[in-house]
C-alpha cells in the first residue's frame, strides 16, 4: 500500500466450516472429516472413532457465512490498517470438537487416538480485537453453524 499509494485491506480468516464443505476423509479440513467420521460410526453401528494424533490441539472456527459478511462489511469501513483478522474467538480441543458433534448428532463413540498420524499445530486463534475494534462481531455461533452444516451434510452426502 505505501509502495504504490494504493489502499488494500485483507482479510486473515481463521479455519471455515460451513455447507457445501469438502467431507473426503483423504484431504478435508479436521471438523468435516471428523462429521463424516462419526457420522459414518452412526450409520454403521460402530463403538469408536479415531482422531489423529492426542486430540489436544486447539483450533478456531468461524461459520463461512460470517466470513462472507466480514468481506461486505470491511469492504464499506474506512479502515486504518492493511490486514484485519476474522475469526470467531472461540477455540477448543480436537477433543472437544469431536464430542460437540457425537452429542449433536446423538451418538457415544469410543476415541480411538491415532499416535502415528500428526496432532497438529498445538493452537492456532486468532486475535480478533482489531476487527471487533472497528465493529465486527462474528454472529454464527457453533451450535447454529453445525445445525446447519449438518443438515447440508444429509442432504448432500448420503
Not at 478435508?28 to 471428523?34: E, G, N, Q, T, V
Not at 457420522?39 to 486430540?55: C, D, F, L, Q, R
Not at 486463534?125 to 482489531?130: A, D, P, Q, V
Amino acid at each position: 500500500n505505501k509502495q504504490y499509494k494504493l489502499d488494500y485491506l485483507s482479510l486473515m480468516p481463521t479455519n471455515l466450516y460451513g455447507p457445501r464443505d469438502n467431507y473426503d476423509l483423504k484431504n478435508s479440513h479436521f471438523f468435516p472429516a471428523l462429521i463424516s467420521k462419526i457420522h459414518s460410526a452412526k450409520m454403521n453401528k460402530k463403538k469408536n472413532v479415531e482422531i489423529w494424533g492426542n486430540g489436544k490441539a486447539k483450533r478456531e472456527l468461524m461459520y463461512v457465512d460470517d466470513l462472507a459478511e466480514a468481506c461486505e462489511f470491511f469492504m464499506r469501513k474506512k479502515t486504518k490498517h492493511s490486514l484485519i483478522n476474522i475469526g470467531s474467538g472461540d477455540e477448543k480441543t480436537i477433543k472437544e470438537f469431536t464430542r460437540f458433534i457425537m452429542k449433536k448428532i446423538g451418538v457415544k463413540l469410543n476415541l480411538k487416538l491415532n499416535l502415528s498420524k500428526p496432532s497438529g499445530t498445538p493452537r492456532k486463534i486468532l486475535s480478533t480485537k482489531l476487527a471487533n475494534s472497528y465493529g465486527w462481531k462474528s454472529k454464527t455461533d457453533l451450535d447454529r453453524g453445525f445445525e446447519l452444516t449438518y443438515e447440508d451434510f444429509l442432504k448432500n452426502n448420503n
